[in-house]
């Protein structure tokens, strides 16, 4: 089965407002030129298509918003990082699930790698390990698990001792979770029950005056609800640091230069 990335790009960047650039391009640290061989500034969004790039994904999906077409005017078709690069249009502006969803059609039985790309995270072979634990466990989603010291800025999960993912607490302001999730690979199982909660969210509200929003989090949390299987990696030694807000960003170039 063929592996894809998914990648959404669609935000807004209003936390790191104002900037010239959308926040996937942001330069965070450097990288070798491949024509030249030195050190030339290398964008935030590049870490993660290069760790796709490792765990031998070849063709990603990016999904976007209209006036971003500075992302695909910077990488292009993806050649130059050996990928092939598509851009899809988001279609409903209601959070990260019906953004990945713009892109069901193309990706609804193949195995999907996903993560955001402002965060930057630790090893390198962190999608391989994702992919064989999918394939080790035939879970439904396999979630990448750091552990962090502020739970309101992330997804925090329970863990049972054989891996498996429990619940899924949104941002608690306070937590004894030691582990939140920040990428992940799922099977044509989660892409098509993602598909069809969407649907019922948009019948539920989408007439509504309400402004509504799910996160990734939550359509994982009802995917557990509803009997789908949820493993986890847990990186102990690894890292994650989410670089859409001004003081992540501070560390993170302090920290590539």
């Known amino acids: 089965m063929e592996t894809v990335g998914l990648i959404p790009a669609a935000g807004l960047g209003s936390r790191l407002d104002p900037i010239p650039c959308s926040k996937e391009l942001f330069p965070v640290g450097f990288g070798l030129h491949p024509a030249q061989g030195e050190p030339h500034p290398k964008v935030v969004s590049q870490y993660l298509l290069e760790h796709m790039q490792r765990a031998g994904v070849r063709k990603v999906y990016m999904i976007l918003r209209k006036g971003k077409w500075d992302i695909p005017a910077y990488f292009g078709d993806g050649s130059q990082l050996q990928l092939q690069l598509a851009y ?22 193949k195995r999907v790698v996903f993560g955001f790309p402002d965060i930057l995270f630790s090893p390198e072979d962190a999608f391989s390990r994702l992919l064989d ?13 750091f552990p962090v010291t502020s739970p309101q800025k992330w997804d925090m999960v329970a863990l049972a001792g054989n891996g498996e993912v429990k619940t899924i607490l949104q941002k608690p302001k306070e937590s004894q979770l030691l582990y939140g999730w920040a990428l992940a690979c799922w099977s044509p199982a989660f892409t098509e029950f993602m598909h069809a909660e969407l649907q019922q969210a948009l019948e539920r509200w989408g007439g509504s005056d309400q402004p509504f929003e799910l996160s990734l989090g939550e359509v994982v949390q009802a995917a557990i609800y509803s009997g789908l299987t949820v493993q986890s990696v847990r990186f102990d030694n690894g890292s994650c640091l989410d670089v859409g807000t001004p003081g992540d960003l501070r560390q993170a170039m302090k920290s590539l230069i």
């Open 133 to 145: 634990r999918l394939s080790e466990t035939k879970a439904d989603v396999v979630l990448g698990c």
């Open 88 to 109: 899809l249009l988001m279609q409903h502006p209601y959070g990260t699930p019906f953004t990945l969803d713009a892109a069901f059609e193309f990706v609804q039985n």
